[in-house]
C-alpha cells in the first residue's frame, strides 16, 4: 500500500490515553504510518516494510518519537519583550514596565514579528500547538496557518481600551467575528480568553460564559496567579476571585485556569467537581515569585493539568522540554514527595492534558490510530542523554530542545533535521534587530 509517510524510529512514545492499560507505553522498532495528514498505522518495523511504501520514508535509529508538544498557555509575540524588564514583581513588571511598552509600540507588525519568532521557537523546541492570549489574534491566527502550526488563538477580553478594541463590548464582537472567519479552518481553534480577574468585570464575564456555553467554545484566564491578586479581590468584594467565576457560572469542563498558584483544599475540590482544567506554568511563577501550583494534590484530585509556559517575557523562553523538567522537580520539592510528578505524567502534561484542556484531545496529543500526524521525533544518541535505560525518563530529565530534530503538523513538516521549513531566520533576524533598536531606545 501507498502511503504519504512511513517514519521508523528506535523509539515510539504514544503517550496512549489513561484508559489503555495493556499496550506498552514505549515502542521499540516500530513505524508511523502517515497518509491523508493523518496516523493510519504504528506497528512493528519489520512488518510496516512488508505492508507500506511510503513517498517519504524516514529511518530514525537513534530517535524517539512521540506527540508534538501542547503548550497549553502563550502570549506569543511577547518574544520581543524577552530580557527587556527582568527581575521583578509581577505588578511592577507589569504596569511599570510591559504595559507602558505594549502602550506605545503594539500594532500588527509587532504581533506578526513577535509571533513569528515564537513560531519558529516553538517549532525548534517541539512544539506543534500553542494557545495563545495576545492582541490582534487575527495576526496570530495568519502567521500560524502560514507556517503551518496548530494554534488555539484566543478571543482577547479585558475592560481597558487598546489599540485592537475600544472598550468589552467591543473586543467580545470582533472576537465573535474573528470566531466565524476561522471557524473552518481545521489548524485554528478560537477559545474566549478574558485576560484575568481583576482586569474584567461581570457584565462581560456573563457575556462571555453564555456565548463559550452557545458556540462550545473554551474559555481560557489567567487565574490566582499572586497572592496580591486574592487579597485584593478579597478586600475589594469579600471574595477570593475563583469564587466569583464559579457564582458567574464559568467553572465548567469548558473553563483553562492558567497558573493557580494560591488554592485552599476546598477550592481544589472546587476545580475537581467542576471539571475546570489548569494549565501550570512553573518557570513563569518562579522568576515572577508568583508562588508554586499544588500540580501533585490537583492531580490526586483528578483534575486535569497542563503544562504552559507562558510568554518569553517572564520565562523567558518557549521550551517545553525544559518546563516538563521544571514541573516534575518542583512538583517533588512542593508535594515533599520524590514520586509525584514521574517522569510519564510530566510528559502527559505537555502533550495530551493539554490537549484535553483544549478541546483536543481527540485531535491530537497521542500518537493514536485516526488522529492528526503531529509528531516531532528526538534525538536520544547525544552524550547528554547517553546511557539509556528509559527514553521518556532521559526525555522529561536530560535531554534538551536542541535534540528535537524533526516535526511534522498534520503530516506536513515543519523541521528537517534541525532545519525550518516554513520560516526564513535570516529574514526574521533583521526583523528582530529592528525591534530591538527601537524598544530600547
Known amino acids: 500500500m501507498i ?3 512511513v517514519i521508523h524510529a528506535r523509539w515510539i512514545i504514544p503517550v496512549e490515553p489513561e484508559s489503555v492499560t495493556t499496550a506498552p507505553s514505549v515502542y521499540e522498532y516500530h513505524a508511523l504510518v502517515i497518509d491523508g495528514g493523518r496516523i493510519i498505522d504504528l506497528l512493528p518495523s519489520d512488518i510496516a516494510r512488508q505492508k507500506y511504501q511510503g513517498t517519504t520514508t524516514e529511518n530514525l535509529e537513534s530517535h524517539a518519537l512521540l ?4 503548550n497549553s498557555h502563550t502570549h506569543a509575540a511577547m518574544t520581543l519583550l524577552r530580557g527587556i524588564a527582568d527581575d521583578l514583581h509581577l505588578m511592577d513588571w507589569l504596569q511599570n514596565h510591559i504595559w507602558p511598552l505594549e502602550q506605545k509600540w503594539m500594532s500588527e507588525a509587532f504581533v506578526r514579528d513577535g509571533t513569528d ?5 516553538m517549532i525548534l523546541g517541539g512544539t506543534t500547538c500553542f494557545n495563545d492570549m495576545y492582541f490582534f489574534p487575527e495576526i496570530t491566527a495568519q502567521q500560524a496557518l502560514h507556517h503551518g502550526i496548530r494554534a488555539s488563538v484566543g478571543l482577547i477580553v479585558i475592560d481597558f481600551p487598546s489599540i485592537w478594541a475600544e472598550n468589552s463590548e467591543a473586543y467580545i464582537e470582533k472576537g465573535l467575528a474573528l470566531h466565524d472567519q476561522l471557524s473552518h479552518h481545521p489548524l485554528i481553534s478560537t477559545p474566549f480568553a478574558p485576560h484575568a480577574p481583576y482586569t474584567v468585570s461581570d457584565e462581560p464575564l456573563s457575556k462571555v460564559r453564555t456565548f463559550a456555553d452557545e458556540l462550545e467554545l473554551p474559555v481560557h484566564m489567567h487565574v490566582h496567579e499572586t497572592l496580591h491578586e486574592v487579597e485584593q479581590a478579597q478586600q475589594a468584594t469579600g471574595q477570593r476571585p475563583l ?3 464559579h457564582e458567574l457560572g464559568l467553572l465548567s469542563p469548558s473553563f483553562i485556569a492558567v497558573h493557580m498558584t494560591q488554592l ?3 477550592e481544589i475540590e472546587l476545580v475537581a467537581e467542576t471539571g475546570a482544567h489548569i494549565v501550570h506554568c512553573p518557570e513563569s511563577n518562579l522568576k515572577l515569585a508568583s508562588g508554586f501550583s499544588p500540580v501533585a494534590k490537583c492531580l490526586a484530585a483528578g483534575i486535569n493539568v497542563a503544562l504552559g509556559t507562558d510568554g ?9 522540554l525544559g518546563e516538563m523538567r521544571t514541573a516534575a522537580l518542583l512538583g517533588k520539592a512542593i508535594a515533599g514527595d520524590a514520586s509525584a510528578i514521574p ?3 510530566a510528559l502527559r502534561m505537555a502533550t495530551i492534558n493539554g490537549a484535553k484542556a483544549l478541546g483536543l484531545d481527540q485531535e491530537i496529543g497521542s500518537l493514536s490510530i485516526g488522529k492528526s500526524a503531529d509528531v516531532i521525533a528526538i534525538d536520544l544518541s547525544q552524550l547528554e542523554t547517553q546511557p539509556l535505560y528509559c527514553p521518556v525518563s532521559q526525555i522529561v530529565y536530560a535531554a534538551s530542545r536542541q535534540q528535537v530534530t524533526d516535526v511534522w503538523v498534520a503530516g506536513k513538516r515543519l523541521l528537517k533535521q534541525r532545519n525550518l521549513t516554513t520560516i526564513d531566520i535570516t ?3 533583521q526583523k528582530l534587530d529592528e525591534w530591538r533598536q527601537r524598544l530600547s531606545a
Open 3 to 5: 502511503v504519504d509517510t
Open 67 to 70: 506527540p508534538g508538544f501542547v
Open 117 to 121: 519568532l515564537a513560531i519558529a521557537e
Open 243 to 245: 469564587q466569583r467565576l
Open 264 to 266: 485552599t483544599d476546598d
Open 312 to 320: 518569553a517575557a517572564s520565562n523567558n523562553d518557549l521550551d517545553m
Open 343 to 345: 517522569a510519564m505524567t
Open 427 to 429: 529574514d526574521l533576524k
